[in-house]
């Protein structure tokens, strides 16, 4: 069994700084960089890209709404030319850092509302997947389990990895349980390894009524706006490979 573990990094702008633990970078195998709309900006982008490169980090751009004020987690009506065009915008410059350090964008993913939006609208989805495609059709998209915005990226003929979530709680549909909800974002370190490891093991999930999804954990998300990030990406990794499970980039993992 191989799984790849991805972090949300580079969220800090200007003089706003978030808890981007450079020891993360030591158990991630993917990261979600953020692209200038919700959270990082220029000088962030570059150096965030530098250090991920230079640690053998895959590196995906991470492209929210245009909410700097709600940290991108708004819910924002684009029509799908604007959000084709947003799409293209910020994976077309965080894929300029890359190739600046001669590296090779991995993947794309949605930030926050945004993804969350996609997750359950099909013309949204498309629209950010078509945006993927027509920048490079060899980048991965990854979105959440057997929802909208898989189905969408399959439909252009992108390859996609399915990301489920250590530290969410799960809605009965397979999507995310909102943050305005009680409880949505599970704080307890042991129960978010020992769901991962169901998850990797025997593809299902419980969501928060109790019931049993189906899930593909192809990609695993860690949140990196938070000071536990570091504690729990490093016990998650190293309880996944006691489990005999290998921690490895998607890219890396499908050759």
Do not use: W
């Not at 195998?29 to 919700?38: D, E, I, K, P």
């Not at 250590?166 to 397979?174: F, K, N, P, T, V």
């Amino acid at each position: 069994m191989k799984v790849d573990i991805n972090c949300d990094y580079g969220e800090s702008y200007g003089i706003y700084k978030l808890s981007d633990n450079e020891e993360i970078l030591k158990y991630a195998t993917s990261l979600n960089v953020a692209c200038g709309f919700h959270g990082g900006d220029p000088v962030v982008m570059d150096k965030t890209v530098k250090k991920a490169l230079k640690m053998g980090v895959s590196v995906g751009a991470h492209p929210g709404y245009p909410d700097l004020m709600g940290f991108g987690r708004r819910h924002i009506k684009l029509s799908p030319i604007e959000a084709k065009a947003y799409m293209k915008y910020q994976i077309g410059a965080l894929k300029g850092f890359v190739e600046s350090y001669g590296g090779k964008l991995q993947h794309v993913k949605p930030h926050g509302a945004l993804y969350n939006d996609a997750a359950k609208d099909y013309e949204l989805a498309y629209a950010i997947a078509e945006a993927v495609y027509e920048i490079d059709k060899e980048l991965i998209f990854f979105g959440i389990s057997n929802q909208k915005t898989i189905e969408a990226a399959k439909e252009i003929g992108l390859k996609t990895a399915n990301e489920v979530f250590a530290d969410r709680e799960y809605s009965d549909d397979g999507t995310l349980v909102s943050r305005t909800i009680k409880n949505s974002v599970i704080t307890d370190k042991d129960r978010c390894i020992d769901r991962v490891i169901k998850m990797v093991k025997h593809n299902y999930v419980e969501t928060i009524n109790g019931k049993k999804i189906e899930i593909i954990p192809d990609t695993i998300c860690v949140h990196g706006d938070n000071e536990k990030s570091l504690e729990l990406i490093k016990n998650m990794r190293e309880s996944l490979e006691k489990a005999g499970i290998e921690i490895i980039s998607f890219s890396k993992r499908n050759g």
